[in-house]
């Protein structure tokens, strides 16, 4: 399945975070949701192929890496309290298939 | 872009008998359905999907149908069981390659009554 890190961590307004996902087995595109608490997860951006080929209605502070083992990393510059979340990592296979997502279980970000 | 509202909120209902939940769409272009349950801590789970070209799809007691004339798409569950509660997510894509990703419904909290 899909694996993410941390699971929780807490930092403050202002400051940088990074978090992990390594994807299913097989599995070449990876995408990040935001989910915060009550709503339904929101598009943030889908990597292929190493390229970000997709982005949602988020500011250029968020941004992604793809390594070639298909891993991916979410980065987080200059947070905002609003950032506080759980963070969502889906991989899929390219093609038609790529919005059939199999998710993580999450990061949960707290900003204080 | 895609706006999808989903109906109820909460939903209570007993042991055995049937659920359905209900989602409208905005974008006369979206062509994939998927629906996902989300349990506590974890992620969520795809359970069944459609696509334009049909109108019904059925997996088991799941079961999903799609007007596209009114833009609506609903779940139905038959025969519920205590491990069918959870939140359950509708969302809907109007991107085949899935680089627009998934715009989903805000979610209803399914509660099965023993």
């Known amino acids: 399945g899909v694996t993410q890190s941390p699971t929780h961590l807490i930092k403050t307004r202002g400051q940088q975070v990074t978090l992990r996902c390594s994807s299913q087995?097989?599995?070449?595109?990876v995408s990040w949701y935001q989910q915060a608490l009550g709503q339904g997860p929101q598009f943030i951006f889908q990597y292929y192929r190493k390229e970000e080929n997709g982005r949602g209605n988020f500011p250029p502070r968020f941004s992604g890496l793809q390594f070639p083992n298909d891993s991916s990393e979410l980065n987080v510059n200059a947070l905002e309290l609003d950032d506080s979340a759980l963070y969502l990592c889906?991989?899929?296979?390219?093609?038609?298939?790529?919005?059939?997502?199999?998710f993580g279980a999450g990061s949960r970000l707290t900003v204080l | 872009g895609e706006n999808v509202e989903q109906h109820p909120s909460t939903l209570s209902v007993q042991e055995g008998d049937s659920a359905v939940i209900k989602c409208t769409y905005s974008?006369?272009?979206?062509?994939?359905f998927p629906w996902y349950k989300q349990e506590l801590g974890k992620g969520p789970q795809l359970i069944i999907d459609i696509r334009s070209n049909v109108g019904e799809k059925k997996d088991q007691r799941i079961a999903v149908t799609l007007n596209k004339t009114a833009k609506h798409f609903s779940l139905h569950i038959t025969e519920t069981q205590p491990e069918d509660s959870a939140v359950y997510f509708c969302?809907?894509?109007?991107?085949?390659?899935?680089?627009?990703?998934?715009?989903f419904g805000k979610g209803t909290h399914l509660i099965i009554q023993p």
């Open positions: 087995s097989g599995h070449n595109t």
């Open positions: 889906a991989s899929s296979l390219s093609g038609l298939g790529a919005n059939v997502l199999t």
């Open positions: 974008d006369s272009a979206s062509n994939y």
């Open positions: 969302a809907a894509s109007d991107s085949g390659g899935g680089a627009d990703g998934l715009t």
